[in-house]
């Protein structure tokens, strides 16, 4: 029912910034609140950053607060993750998904909330 593609990964430096892009495409007019998870080699998929479906809501992981900001154009099927200041600990394949289960101002944080993956987009800081 929805696609979603990411893209803005890459290679940077600690201290660097990153903005990462998630298109939809489908079914993209039904309301979902979306997120960013992030996976790295031999660990466990981890939430960092959800926004509700109105764009009103937003929520992040412990480790990324105060650095990454997740912002939606639903006008543009978009979903923007703005990363600063890299660390070499935000190594890691990072993913776009689309939760059905949403309200005005919900925020999912578990995997299991969300229904739509992208295909990810790898993000590896080097010290």
């Known amino acids: 029912q929805v696609q979603l593609v990411e893209s803005g990964g890459g290679l940077v430096q600690a201290g660097d910034s990153l903005r990462l892009s998630c298109a939809a495409s489908?079914?993209?007019?039904?309301?979902?609140?979306m997120g960013w998870f992030r996976q790295a080699p031999g660990k466990e998929r981890e939430f960092v950053a959800g926004?509700?479906?109105?764009?009103?809501?937003?929520y992040y992981a412990d480790s990324v607060k105060g650095r990454f900001t997740i912002s939606r154009d639903n006008a543009k099927n978009t979903v923007y993750l703005q990363i600063n200041t890299l660390k070499p600990e935000d190594t890691a394949d990072y993913y776009c998904?689309?939760?059905?289960?949403?309200?005005?101002?919900?925020?999912?944080?578990?995997?299991?909330?969300?229904?739509?993956w992208g295909q990810g987009t790898p993000v590896t800081v080097s010290s």
């Open positions: 998904a689309a939760s059905r289960k949403s309200a005005l101002r919900y925020v999912p944080l578990k995997h299991e909330e969300y229904d739509y």
């Open positions: 489908g079914r993209t007019g039904s309301p979902y609140a």
């Open positions: 926004i509700s479906w109105s764009g009103g809501s937003t």
